[in-house]
């Protein structure tokens, strides 16, 4: 089970590493799309389109390790002052509740791409097929939902935690 | 069910798990989730999911807010920002609080290039936090100040909630732009003003006067270390009002220039790239996460009939106009507690548009109006994005706390909106030499 | 006993105040409920404040939304190939003394080829066109080359294909850029409605509107057929009857919008000559119906079939279709 908690680990920092290259993707064809209007007076075509395809992948591919580094925002103000008991009974609820939300949006978002693959949707501009975003959008959602389930289950004691240094990194 | 019934049920059930520490994404999807399925039924909830599980952040209007962030990260790593405050620390040393009004200051400015307030509250949150922190300023007041310096940004042309109410209302964007220009000025001196009375309430909370004073000379000589950050913004700015890209695109350019500035002056290197792109990585699936979440609860609210229900109320008061006004201000004030700013027009404007309109008044002054109530909205807990986006930025303090701190500006933004309604021309007489 | 009645959520691209929404749908919604003596209720949202217009669509598939009016060409792709024709350049005649025959000739090529792609889920109770699209632009454009190179804000699907037959380049920015993008020169000009500028305000950087009305967007009202077929048949009557009005009453809402506030828009109206004009035509046509064809094909879908169908619709409304579009299914 630790073997794979740390697989998940891994694997979501591969992700939030793909985040990062999609974004810089983004930014730098905004940037040529700008220089080239500017120089030959063209625009690439569908700058708006990409950015608005993109941004729920580039977000989606970040979740897993904003958790991992514990930066998913919350109000602590009275959490503390509960028993380090109450605190682990607290903690593992919010992970299962997380992990069966985002479970829940894998399965629409798949059902949708389904739907959107049978009818060969394409995006208006460029004519990017929609399913395959939705696909992905939608392991990212199951891959954060199994990773959340993880994490009860370390919460719960029933995994080993894996509080180690690199988490206070 | 009765949508009060719902909207406090929620409201409440919201309230209590965020005070139970759940983290604020889980606690507004599922209090969201679970509104919407008692407004509709589950079939149709699942099928809200559906589409927009993905769709809620398929839009370009979202895309500034990481590469602001991108942009003052690799500011702040190639040490453009401390050379900036370094300057500021010799020219205020004798000011005290002098570097939070900066701070508001150059949000101000800031706000002329960006329409998204959560942008430049988490790009400003990267760029000054730290620096304020570093100079021992309090925790929770320096994150509000920078927190209500983002909400300039949406009175400030250009503004996202001002095409948003354009749009809703057939009322031109750009006569908006030009109203909200004057009232955004009146905003930042007001916020300048309430810094000033905190510091003299609470003196603990900005250093004390340091010993060290700086030679006219001194001072002179420092400001070359503006140049950098100066030459950062005036990219973006001279960008936009050069004619070279759009407000839409200057996220974009932001960021790419700064990096190519880093560069040029040596001081980006592997290690501390690694470090930026890491942090903005962080950051925005902080953002994301519950700007997406609180997206639902606004749906819910939109769905619930809640915007009718508080409208029909109002209509069966029987009160004189200036009693309406009241009532829709207390009414923004508090679907603003619960929703993201856009959505909040969505719900509010259908409803009181037409009853502004029947009463007389300029649809532009109710423009600019609504955008500072909006403000407010921001801020007020329990859903306050601009205080989510500071407390994910600034580690070191809490929600709670940031909260606390930037309550004690809400005051200016009444006042503003109090100074709006007294003098309309505030607001409508820009537009009126368009 | 007292009736049965039935509510459904209704949602629109526009807002409330848009001329349309006050002189068109709120309008039917009322007179439904009156006719129906309240048996059918609505609760109307605006502003895409349920889901947005890309989304409508699948919205209203899903039940998520009960009735959607959607314009633009976002819906088009994948959700409607076939009922795309109205979109491309002179399918239909533009016009308001044409309002009726072009809401005529699109019903019946929609019931002769277009219903058959139509989701099973969704029922399209109403339809009809806006008013024309031109190009309103800070240069002269008096012939078929000064558009060479310019930078159109398009609103996307076969209208960039337009643009980009006449050579210049389309994008697609939001209305919050449109202003700026005018006066700086970051956009040359915009291929949209006159009705669509003057409400959001952005038509003061323009200068010239070229009398070139190319094409014009379909409009369509879908509801979801679950919903549609709860109702008892005479109430379904009513509901069709009254968004049938409205598709017509659409188009006339922004013709009217467009002949009160075109003064105040001062733009100067450039007119061009039939020789121009035509070149204009045959540059623009063709380009752009082949792609359509192009993506018929894709899809093994009969474009013949469908541009014979339109031939047809026009000579049932006493009118000549071009025979540029024509000529293709022969
Ligand atoms: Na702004
Ligand atoms: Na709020």
New interface residues.
Partial sequence: MEKFRDLTESFGRLLAVLGTISLLFIMMYIVCSVSSRFITGRPFLGTFELGATFLPLIAAFYYVNTEIHDRHIRATIIYDRFSPRVRQLLDTMYAFTAGIIFLVVSWRVCLFGIRNFEMKAETSVLALPSAPFLFVYSFLMLNFALFMFVRGGERAGWIASADTEEKKA | MDPFVIGSIVISSLLLL?????????AL??TG?IGYWAATDL??S??????????????????CI??FV?MGLVAAEAGFVSLAFDTAKKWLSRVPGGIAQATTLASAFYGSVS?SSAAMAASMGVIAYPEMRKLNYHPGFSASCIGIGGTIGILIP?S?P???Y??????????L?IAGLIPGIILTVLLLITIWIIVLVRPDVVPQHTEVSYTFMEMIISLKNMIPILVLFGIVVGG??????????AA??G??SAFMMGFIVRKLNRENIVKI??E???????L???I?AAHILS?FC??S?LG?QFGDLIMGLGLPNWGILVAITVVFLILGMLMEVN?LF??T??IF??II?DLGFD?IWFGVFGTILAEACLITPPVGLNV?VL??VA?DT???NIFKWILLFIPAILILLTLVVIFPSIAIWLPST? | AAAKTYTFKIDTFWGPEFHAVKNSILPALEAIEKESAGQIEFKPFFAQSLAKSTEGYDATAMGMVDIYTLTGPNYETGSMTRGAIFSLPFSLPLGKENVKAATNIMKQVYEEQVIEEIDKNIVVVGLGVLSEYRYMTNNKVEKFEDLNGMTIRSSGGYHDDIIRAANASPEAMGPGDIYEALEKGILDGVFHTYAAQFGWGTFEPMNYSTDLGLATFPYYTVMNKQKFDSLPDDLKAILLKNFSVSGVETAFSYYNNEEEHFGEMGLEEVVLDDAVKQQFYEATILPVWNKWIAECEERNIDWRAIIKSLESAWKANNLEPPNTWVSLAD
């Fill in positions: 965020i005070l139970l520490g759940m983290p604020i994404g889980i999807f599922f989730f079939i149709t699942l099928n809200y999911v559906t589409i927009k599980g993905y769709g809620i952040l398929n839009s370009f209007s979202f895309m990481p590469l991108l329409g250009p996202v001002m095409i948003f354009g749009i809703i209302m057939d009322t031109s964007i750009s006569k732009f936009i009002y050069g004619g070279f890209f759009t407000p839409s695109e974009a350019l960021a790419f792109l890491k903005a990585g962080l950051i925005s699936g902080m994301f996460m519950v997406w749906d939109i769905v009939g009718q959505a969505m719900i404007l259908p548009g037409p309109t649809l989510y407390g994910g580690t809490t929600i709670e368009m």
